[in-house]
């Protein structure tokens, strides 16, 4: 992808125009004045404007529920796969839901950012990644997962891939031919590896884990029958 070497253009996606100010703001502010920022409210129009125009990068601000977080999610995937040059940042709610990205998918994106940070701390880092540079070192939520040390095993994954798609726990046990217990007790493990302490947290890191560009992973395929 080329791009003027001066101007670089930045695509935004935020819903809240409380944020959306604040983000146009941090640019503003910024001594940087290479980025052009565009503001989008929806995948929709990103879509329409990436067929249009080339961008340096695209950073999905992360709202709302399941299905709101599942279609950024798609969004920056399909991103990956039909611009894989530009720039892909996540901007979460708050420190836990960069925790379940970071974990699930730890090189798929090019930075992961949590809105509730302060805003001389976000800018530092919003621009240090779109620049290139990495300054992760410092990062608490970094080292958090560098020292985590328990990656989910084969049947956590499987649990959670079932659990995005609706699957119960009995019905999750009859697809993996497991004990119930068994069953229970992995989920339990999982939860414990990705710091979650209940179901919904758990829901949470399916659907990043189902969505994000580098998690390969696929339905099993008798999941079809639950769609």
């Known amino acids: ?46 879509n329409a404007a990436l067929a249009r125009q080339p961008f340096w990068a695209v950073i999905y601000s992360l709202s709302g529920g399941r299905e709101l977080r599942q279609e950024s999610l798609l969004c920056l995937n399909a991103v990956s796969q039909l611009y894989p040059d530009t ?18 998918s730890p090189s798929g994106l090019h930075g992961i950012l949590s809105k509730s940070e302060s805003v001389a701390w976000l800018s530092e880092r919003l621009l240090a990644l779109l620049n290139g540079t990495r300054q992760e070192s410092a990062d608490g939520i970094n080292q958090w997962v560098m020292s985590h040390n328990g990656c989910l095993s084969p049947t956590e994954l499987a649990i959670l891939r079932y659990m995005t798609y609706g699957y119960s726990m009995p019905e999750i046990a009859t697809q993996l031919a497991r004990n119930i217990k068994t069953i ?44």
């Not at 640019?27 to 129009?45: C, E, N, P």
């Not at 710091?195 to 659907?207: K, P, Y």
């Open 87 to 104: 720039k892909r940042i996540v901007l979460t709610n708050n420190d836990d839901e960069a925790l379940l990205i970071r974990h699930l």
């Open 1 to 46: 992808m080329e791009n003027d070497t001066h101007q670089r253009h930045v695509a935004i996606v935020e819903r809240c125009t409380l944020t959306e100010a604040g983000l146009s703001h941090l640019f503003q502010q910024s001594s940087d004045d290479r980025y052009v920022v565009h503001l989008f409210r929806d995948v929709q129009a990103l």
């Open 184 to 227: 229970r007790a992995h989920k339990f493990n999982a939860m414990a590896k990705l710091g979650v302490n209940s179901d919904m947290g758990l829901l949470s890191a399916a659907d990043i884990l189902m969505h994000l560009p580098a998690s390969n992973a696929s339905a099993p395929p008798d999941l079809a029958v639950k769609l």
